[in-house]
């Protein structure tokens, strides 16, 4: 039975269904990507991110979405952080680490009997509405800057907890960045 989840989800373009390394997707909706070949489905819970592949075909993908592949600004992830502050506020969420990235988020969730696909939900929605807010909104409002799906791992003892904090709290470090200190982050045993 999982006691917490390590949640990953991209912004727009982020990640696309026919990504060369690999992708969840089954199907390649958009007629603008299906110029790149079919769904790369893969079937392991294991990042692929550092699999080797063709960066130009990647990179031409993107370039033929309807709008610019979302990157957020060091104001855009300071809002998108409050909005995510209210969205656990609301719910009640234990969020024990939370690394927001240029263009994908990680999140460490505990289990509090939540539907997942509605917190997620909770949480984009709530950083959507504080980017609008604050006029910030990556798309002006065009179109949702979050990629429509999210990965999720289950996370079954304290171990696997402590280890995707670790992961989290590093990954902006790994990245060239900083670590990041939010306020609706709490520490495992609080």
Request: proline share 4%.
């Amino acid at each position: 039975m999982a006691i917490a989840y390590h949640v990953v989800f991209g912004c727009y373009g982020f990640w696309l269904p026919n990504d060369p390394r690999g992708s969840w997707s089954k199907h390649v909706y958009s007629r603008q990507l299906q110029a790149f070949g079919e769904a790369t489905t893969v079937h392991t819970s294991d990042s692929v991110a550092h699999v080797p592949h063709d960066h130009a075909k990647r990179l031409a993908a993107k370039s033929a979405l309807m709008y610019p592949a979302v990157r957020l600004s060091m104001r855009q992830v300071e809002a998108t952080a409050r909005g995510f502050a209210q969205a656990s506020s609301e719910a009640d969420t234990r969020v024990y680490a939370c690394a927001i990235m240029p263009d994908h988020v990680h999140l460490v969730i505990g289990e509090r009997g939540q539907d997942m696909d509605n917190l997620v939900g909770r949480f984009k929605s709530r950083a959507t509405k504080q980017l609008q807010a604050e006029e910030i909104h990556p798309l002006n409002g065009k179109h949702t800057p979050w990629a429509r799906s999210y990965w999720k791992v289950y996370l079954d003892d304290d171990e696997d907890v402590r280890e995707a904090i670790e992961y989290v709290v590093n990954n902006p470090v790994r990245d060239g960045g900083a670590r990041q200190h939010w306020s609706f982050v709490i520490s495992l045993g609080g």
